[in-house]
């Protein structure tokens, strides 16, 4: 049987969807911005990221914060 293809990896400007697959912490899905990809300590599979979160009717970043998520939890928006 074949292993399923690596998650793709998260690049500074994607636009992205974070919920509950991706972190416990975002039982109320957010939509975010890239703005980096922290070399912080981790685990496979999981990833560090600054993040601006985007106001869905605006487009205007409202707060930016570090967060911790599957990479295979992140949902590409375009």
Do not use: C, H
């Not at 912080?40 to 970043?61: H, K, Y």
């Amino acid at each position: 049987m074949g292993r399923n293809p690596a998650p793709r990896q998260p690049i500074p400007g994607d636009l992205v969807r974070l919920t509950q697959v991706a972190s416990i912490e975002f039982r109320t899905p957010v939509t975010v911005r890239i703005v980096a990809v922290l070399d912080w300590p981790t685990v496979e599979g999981r990833v560090w990221l600054s993040v601006d979160v985007i106001r869905l009717d605006t487009g205007a970043a409202t707060l930016r914060r570090s967060v911790f998520a599957k990479l295979d939890g992140l949902v590409y928006l375009g």
